[in-house]
């Protein structure tokens, strides 16, 4: 016999045991559904590069979103695709543009059983697929953009959004928001800052989704996060913070996990992840291809992004998850 006193075996020993051990649980009341809302469209139409993801009318966003609702998921984040789009990103902001109609038909399906987010960004709208308004040598305008951000937040105010989702990664974003939502009296709208946002190739399919394609080959790389840097998502998450940011998120989440768990310690306020389209996708490819259990991967993916600090998930999966976790 061995002389080993300490066996950290016994409590794997059983299915019981491990539950009763376990340290964190997923489940529904952990994930966010994106949900991609094109103008003008009858039927839903499948992503290609995201498998069993759609292109929804308002109606087909509405009965996907019940489904997942009625299963106990209560978050939605709304993206809306524009049929026109322009260099200043106008459909963005009208109050008739196709996320305002989404969240105002969200809202009146759900009332208060569904938390509606929406996506605060121009690069659904805009024809050059930028994230903001360009000057003349085609750079974003960081102070120019944050004008037209805050006539989307307002917009989207008024058709009922309960959280805005600024995504632009323009410096001082937050607080001209928060300011503009509360000098018109919408004090109770909530800010989910996408805080420690990378420019990262894991946005690939993501672009399909929403019809994006960046002018002239270009890239977010000039107002999105380097992915060579850690100390820049601490200050981009306290900056957040200091100007009213509700719930701060870390964008991509697999690849990103030591962000999330050098800010929890830091930071009090809710924190969310975003699994993005990449990261999806992948996960997808592998499991058609017979390399991986794609069910499997995305259920230990889930559990290890919560274990590194993450408060809840945005995810693509959760449209055959939910079931699972009922
Ligand atoms: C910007 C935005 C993007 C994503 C969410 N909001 C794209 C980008 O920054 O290029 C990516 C989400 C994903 O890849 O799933 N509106």
Redesign the pocket.
């Known amino acids: 016999m061995a002389n080993i006193v300490r066996r950290p075996r016994r409590l794997r020993s059983t299915a019981a045991l491990r539950d009763l051990v376990s340290e964190v649980q997923i489940s529904n009341n952990d994930l966010i559904a ?1 949900l991609f809302i094109k103008e003008a469209l009858d039927e839903p139409v499948p992503i290609s590069s995201l498998p069993g993801i759609y292109q929804h009318s308002v109606t087909s966003a509405i009965e996907e979103a019940r489904r997942l609702n009625d299963l106990g998921v209560k978050g939605f984040m709304l ?1 809306g695709v524009p049929s026109q789009k322009d260099p200043l990103g106008t459909q963005g902001y009208d109050d008739n543009g196709i996320t305002q109609l989404s969240i105002g038909a969200f809202k009146e399906a759900f009332g208060d059983q569904a938390v509606v987010m929406a ?1 605060l ?4 709208f805009t024809d050059h697929g930028h ?1 903001g308004v360009l000057d003349q040598r085609g750079c974003v305008d960081n102070d120019k953009t944050l004008e037209l951000y805050g006539e989307m937040a307002l917009a989207q105010a008024r058709s009922g959004v309960d959280f805005v ?1 600024p ?3 323009m410096d001082g974003q937050v607080a001209f928001i928060r300011q503009t939502l509360d000098q018109a009296g919408f004090v109770g709208v909530g800010i989910l800052a ?1 805080s420690a ?1 990378y ?2 190739a ?6 399909d ?2 019809d ?1 394609t ?1 002018a002239n080959g270009g890239d ?1 790389k000039g107002y ?1 996060q380097d992915f060579r840097n850690r100390r820049e998502a601490i200050l981009e998450i306290e900056l957040d913070i200091s100007e009213g940011a509700d719930m701060v998120m870390v ?2 989440a697999s690849s990103y996990l030591d962000i999330i768990s050098t800010i929890r310690p830091m930071v009090n306020l809710p924190i969310a992840a ?7 996708a992948m996960v997808k490819a592998a499991d058609a291809a017979g390399y991986i259990d794609g069910t499997a991967v995305a259920l230990e993916q889930l559990h290890a992004i919560k274990r590194a600090g993450a408060d809840f998930i ?1 995810t ?1 999966f959760s449209h055959e998850l939910a079931e699972i976790l009922r």
Request: contains cysteine.
């Open positions: 994106p993206f996506d960004c121009l690069d659904e994230c989702a995504s632009g990664m996408y946002k420019a990262s894991f946005y690939g399919p993501f672009r989704a929403v994006v960046i977010r999105q964008k991509p975003y699994q993005v389209s990449g990261e999806y945005l693509y």
